[in-house]
């Protein structure tokens, strides 16, 4: 449904946008409402024609009057300069195209629709904004840039436009100008601004504060490009003294390199920190071009935060057409022994080197520790399979891995050649005759031309053998050297390999690429990826960490974080290994449904799941896919309960039976919903920081006059995240919808629950 937006034209030239002294008086004011009028947002030129915005909730500042636009590249100089001085291109002074503009023209929009995601936290979505399209000209160089506003109810998106034109058909980006100015040192949760990865612990503080303790959370990582004392990364969540949630972030990255934010103390603006290329440019662009959105959520409860569709709906429909082969995945793995040191992803101890194609693998002698041999993988799928799970990923079944990170090895993997005591098409027979799917993994090294090299002929033998997800890996500096993670370059090549794999109809669930920015809207086949710090940190994860994610980096998409290690005393589960999940087991399981994705692992051992059988069962009941989604107390940093209803459309499907479905959803359909039955299901979980609490929430939720059977997996009273993290009690009650509950959490503890209609 489309309708006129109300559009407060300034009448008079000269209104000032805000009270602080420092601000300029802006002309061509243009001022835009959300649907529900609490947000506006404010356009207008500065007196030398910069572009500036500014954001306000209820009349209380939210981003002061802040600039927009880009500085780019000067033209190549072409004369013989470049020989005598032998260096590469020269290049003309900085072209600014963040001054001189003149307003052109205005167009306005406004949208109300509901569309159905391939999967998600709803079934439903509603997208109401409205927006406000600006044309800009530049004097003297009559260049045409565009910024468009989308103003939701719960946040602003807004981003470039550059229209098809003949005197400006290519540019390169020198830095991008846009600014957030905030209107106080608020609080906030960041992990270092990076080029390379968002593999950090969370810090808690006052924006003030970033440079003094940033040096302190840059923990190593295999690949990391900390540019600044004062960058941080987006999702940036933050709060203001009088309660207001602001988070930045940034949506549908797509050829562009992604943003970091760059803090400018102590007028608290920030800057788009864009990732370099190689040469240390940032951005190569054609028109007619449209940047990613850059966004601003502002709300006045942090659970509007999670229940935010924002970020989501700037991104542009689904392009797939037939979606039927995509389907929400509960899988085990031959993995977690691997990062706990239990046994190892190569094959024989026997090689200096490498070359895949010349080293002998055939006559090596195996090192006795290989975890993905044939007899394991078989035990691992007979356990999946009784346990009613769809997958199971395997890693380290191809050759490559002796040597696979460290040395930005060029050609590390082929993608398609297993180790001898790994007999691919046998195994992935076994496993559908037991209605589970193998899930491939592609770790690349981060070597994206390699990958790019043999990723047709990687797809085709996943065709080939019925294979239809592969977790994909981007471990170490990138290859080719100098581009970084987050570069256009590699950000191109992530969204090829999206696109590719969906002409497969296979699944990707990205490690170590690029954080989302809600682009499973567009292509759903891009089911999950990491893109954080995940449970392979071990007890590197601060008890604060899940309580912030799903307010930061699930903000642009799921994450395969990997919970369920109920064996928390990892040297029980590893011989040598001195970690701890500083987690309770009760935690654990909740993140099933505080952490959403529609791909969710059981990440612990079989033995781990037989010892621990009673906890377990949650893990096996809990449904990935969801109608509803009930965000019930939050604060980020602090505690996060979340109730989920069982996407209906499944339930039906599962109680008329799996004979008309495609293949590839059957093994869901077994699994996920088994234990719903066609009746309603509901998941409830709860998790704490470092701190023990006792939450209290009413169960309104559920439908009025059924009564529901309830299973409490909970914190012993005497349980503590260091010195008795597996004390957990399970209990049953019946409940309705006028109920309401009263949870105990030890310190990093928290609570799982399951509600099934009578
Ligand atoms: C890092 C990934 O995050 C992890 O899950 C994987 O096991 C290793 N790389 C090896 O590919
Ligand atoms: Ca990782």
């Not at 040192?185 to 969370?202: C, F, N, R, S, V």
């Not at 019925?466 to 981007?474: I, L, R, W």
């Not at 309960?641 to 059957?666: W, Y």
Request: glycine share 8%; aromatic share 12%; hydrophobic share 40%.
């Amino acid at each position: 449904m489309k309708k006129t937006i109300i559009l407060i034209a300034a009448a008079l030239l000269g209104v000032a946008c805000a009270e602080s002294v420092k601000q300029p008086v802006l002309s061509d004011v243009q001022t835009l409402s959300s649907p529900d009028g609490s947000l506006t947002a404010t356009f207008g030129l500065a007196p030398d024609g910069t572009p500036m915005y500014s954001l306000s909730k209820d009349g209380k500042d939210v981003v002061l009057p802040s600039k927009l636009g880009f500085v780019l590249r000067g033209n190549q100089i072409h004369d013989n300069e470049i020989f005598e001085s032998k260096t590469k291109w020269m290049y003309d002074s900085p072209v600014s195209l963040h001054d001189g503009f003149a307003l052109e023209g205005t167009a306005t929009d406004s949208v109300d629709e509901t569309w159905d995601p391939v999967w998600g936290e709803e079934a439903h979505i509603r997208n109401h904004y409205n927006e406000l399209t600006v044309k800009l000209k530049q004097s003297g160089t009559g260049r045409l840039m565009n910024v468009v506003f989308r103003l939701f109810d719960d946040g602003l998106g807004f981003r470039y436009e550059f229209p098809s034109q003949w005197d400006f058909r290519h540019f390169t980006i020198k830095e991008e100008v846009t600014q957030f100015a905030m209107a106080g040192d608020h609080k906030a949760l960041w992990i270092p601004g990076d080029y390379d990865t968002q593999e950090y612990e969370y810090t808690d503080s006052r924006l003030s504060q970033i440079p003094s303790l940033i040096e302190n959370r840059c923990m190593w990582n295999a690949s990391q490009t900390v540019f600044s004392k004062t960058g941080v990364q987006t999702a940036l969540q933050m709060k203001t003294d009088d309660g207001l949630y602001i988070n930045i972030h940034e949506a549908a990255v797509v050829d562009f390199p992604t943003a970091n934010l760059d803090l400018d103390i102590p007028s608290m603006t920030f800057r788009i920190e864009l990732t370099p290329d190689a040469e240390g440019w940032r951005g190569a662009v054609m028109t007619p071009f449209s940047t990613p959105w850059r966004t601003v959520m502002v709300v006045d409860d942090a659970r509007k935060i999670l229940a935010s569709r924002l970020i989501l709906n700037l991104n542009e429909p689904c392009k797939i057409e037939d979606t039927s082969w995509i389907h929400p995945t509960k899988y085990m793995g031959v993995w977690w022994e691997m990062i706990t040191g239990k046994s190892a992803w190569s094959y024989t101890d026997d090689f200096p080197t490498i070359e895949l194609g010349t080293t002998d693998y055939s006559s090596a002698k195996p090192h006795g520790r290989h975890g993905a041999n044939n007899d394991n993988v078989r035990r691992y799928i007979d356990f999946a399979a009784a346990n009613g799970f769809d997958g199971l990923l395997i890693e380290g079944w191809n050759e490559g891995w002796e040597e696979w990170f460290g040395q930005q090895k060029e050609y590390v993997f082929d993608f398609v050649t297993p180790y001898p005591d790994f007999d691919i098409e046998a195994l992935n027979k076994y496993a559908h005759s037991k209605g589970i799917r193998l899930i491939m993994h592609h770790e690349t090294s981060a070597s994206i031309w390699n990958y790019d090299r043999h990723l047709e002929a990687a797809f085709n033998l996943m065709n080939k053998y019925g294979y239809d997800a592969a977790k994909t890996g981007y471990v170490g500096d990138i290859v080719p050297r100098g581009l970084h993670h987050y570069s256009q370059e590699t950000i191109n090549h992530y969204n090829h390999v999206i696109r590719e794999a969906a002409r497969h109809h296979i699944m990707i669930n990205a490690h170590e690429a690029v954080r989302p920015t809600g682009l499973y809207r567009t292509w759903p086949n891009m089911i999950g990826n990491e893109s954080a710090m995940g449970t392979e940190f071990q007890n590197d994860i601060e008890p604060i960490h899940v309580t912030v994610l799903p307010f930061t980096r699930l903000q642009g998409g799921p994450m395969d974080y990997t919970p369920g290690i109920l064996e928390t005393d990892l040297g029980i589960t590893a011989p040598g290994n001195t970690a701890h999940m500083w987690s309770t087991i009760a935690k654990q399981l909740a993140l099933y449904v505080t952490m959403y994705s529609p791909l969710q692992m059981a990440a612990d051992l079989p033995q781990n799941y037989e010892k621990y059988a009673d906890a377990f069962q949650f893990i096996k009941d809990v449904a990935v896919d969801w109608e509803r989604s009930e965000y019930l107390l939050a604060e980020p940093g602090d505690y996060i309960v979340i109730a989920r209803q069982a996407k209906k459309s499944t339930l039906n499907i599962a109680s008329e039976g799996t004979a008309k479905l495609p293949d590839a959803r059957k093994g869901y359909i077994n699994g996920a919903t088994a234990f719903a039955g066609g009746k309603d299901a509901w998941f409830i979980g709860g998790v704490t920081d470092e701190n023990a609490r006792e939450v209290t929430f009413a169960l309104d939720f559920l439908a009025p006059g059924k009564t529901y059977e309830a299973t409490i997996y909970e914190d012993a009273p005497d349980a503590d995240y260091k010195t008795n993290p597996k004390a957990y009690v399970i209990r049953k009650a019946t409940l309705t919808a006028s109920d309401s509950l009263t949870m105990k959490m030890a310190t990093s503890g928290g609570f799982a629950i399951s509600l099934r209609e009578k």
